[in-house]
């Protein structure tokens, strides 16, 4: 009897537990639901606010400050007017690469995006170099891509080849050592001979005395975004001698010596009387090849055994003044370290070579970082930050996600920082409209 009536018990909190659990379900799918709402509706407010600053933008232009780095403030108002216009008054420059035969499809890819993303507005001189002759087949189809004349040059040998006054043994020593080591490239000479043709040889070439600017293209690189100006013509008004895309630290197993001889130049020129420097120590960008503080979340993602916080410009992708190249102060700097021999003994990069001098030599104001222009050489990418600069120069990026930009590898927060600045739009009337 005792027994059933236990059961009983039992039985009648069934009906209790099943409303337990009903009330679990539905308040956990509410929970569910509400927290969806709650995504939904912030995706909403976001996507809002975004209409409502864009609207802004175009409609009450002077009303509102965007944060950027942008040096233009007119970038996100401009109507991009994507035909050739033949009284355009184009800069004196050239779009330059260097290039092998076999590296053709990849020279075409490259071309085919930027004449489509730029140069088909404007329709600048391709300048083509190689250290052996180009292939009828690459002058064919390169000149049928180019919207601007395209030329050809042979690179002289004494321009390209290592000069006589390597140690070919110690050199092959140390070639042995770089590749045990495992360092990139470390191992190759022909790469040893481009690093030291680009630092302190393309600009002599007789092909390009005609010109005042160059712009660097690489094989299979990419370009996402329309150009919302002509570079060139920025870099001309605003007396620019240097820009960029993406600032990254360099390897430091490739340049172990090159600081120490940068240091030594240094001392050599502050050494000479005010007048006869080179370097100007308060007006150039030393600090932002020197500073290894934190900066937000990150440090230096390298540690470095120098002064020099490996910062360098990437120069796959670089626009600058040939007549600063050509100058007396850079050639004196480039034969400095050249006469070490760090190009060949080690794998100095002509990325850090222009880069520290351009930080030395030039003042931090004649060099840009330019922050609407969607790039990528494999490893990385980068493109414009704000939605409204993808959107209004109709970029493809690779993966928004995946930006250099502002990321721990990235340079660029230290330039902010010790370089020509980040500011606001609007505090800068450059360009007339
Ligand atoms: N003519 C010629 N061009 C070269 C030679 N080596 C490299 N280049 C070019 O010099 C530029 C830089 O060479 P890359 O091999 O791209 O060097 P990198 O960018 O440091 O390395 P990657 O990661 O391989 O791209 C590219 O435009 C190459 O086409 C060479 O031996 N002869
Ligand atoms: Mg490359």
């Not at 050239?94 to 490259?110: F, K, P, Q």
């Not at 100058?327 to 370290?337: A, H, N, R, T």
Request: charged share 25%; aromatic share 16%.
């Amino acid at each position: 009897m005792l027994r059933i009536r236990k059961s009983l018990l039992l039985l009648s909190f069934i009906p209790i537990l099943y409303t337990i659990i009903r009330i679990c379900w539905i308040v956990g799918i509410r929970h569910k639901i509400s927290n969806s709402y709650h995504l939904k509706s912030n995706e909403i407010n976001i996507r809002y606010d975004n209409i409502q600053r864009r609207k802004f933008v175009f409609e009450f232009q002077n009303k509102i400050k965007l944060s950027s780095n942008s040096f233009d403030s007119n970038v996100f108002r401009y109507k991009l007017d994507n035909d050739f216009d033949p009284n355009y008054e184009k800069i004196n420059a050239t779009i330059l690469m260097l290039v092998r035969n076999e590296e053709l499809e990849g020279a075409l890819d490259s071309m085919r995006q930027l004449e489509d993303r730029f140069n088909r507005r404007y329709h600048y001189d391709w300048v083509f170099l190689n250290d052996v002759p180009f292939t009828p087949e690459f002058k064919e189809a390169t000149t049928f891509m180019a919207s601007g004349d395209a030329q050809y040059a042979l690179i002289p040998p004494e321009d390209w080849n290592c000069p006589s006054s390597i140690n070919q043994t110690q050199f092959e020593i140390n070639l042995a050592q770089m590749q045990d080591d495992g360092v990139l490239y470390g191992n190759s000479k022909s790469y040893r001979n481009m690093c030291r043709f680009n630092s302190g040889y393309f600009f002599r070439q007789k092909i390009l005395d005609q010109y005042d600017y160059y712009f660097r293209v690489e094989p299979n690189v990419k370009y996402f975004c329309d150009f919302p100006y002509d570079p060139f013509k920025i870099m001309e008004q605003r007396k620019l001698k240097y820009g960029w895309v993406i600032g990254l630290y360099e390897y430091e197993n490739t340049i172990e010596t090159l600081w120490d001889t940068v240091a030594e130049y240094i001392k050599f020129d502050q050494d000479k009387s005010i007048t006869n420097r080179d370097i100007n120590m308060s007006t150039n960008a030393y600090n932002f090849i020197t500073d290894k503080s934190q900066i937000g979340e990150f440090g230096p993602v390298t540690g470095s055994n120098s002064d020099y916080n490996l910062c360098h410009f990437w120069s796959n992708f670089e626009i600058g003044d040939l007549n600063f190249f050509r100058s007396d102060k850079y050639i004196k700097f480039f034969e400095y370290l050249d006469q070490s021999g760090g190009f060949y003994y080690e794998r100095w990069g002509d990325a850090p070579v222009h880069s520290i001098a351009v930080s030395l030599l030039l003042n931090k104001d004649e060099i840009i970082h330019f922050d609407e222009i969607g790039y990528a050489h494999a490893p990385f990418n980068t493109c414009p930050i704000s939605d409204i600069g993808l959107l209004s120069h109709r970029c493809r990026c690779q993966d928004s996600t995946d930006n250099i930009a502002i990321d721990k590898h990235s340079c660029l927060m230290r330039w902010w920082k010790n370089g020509s600045g980040k500011f606001f739009m609007q505090e800068d009337n450059y360009i007339e409209s």
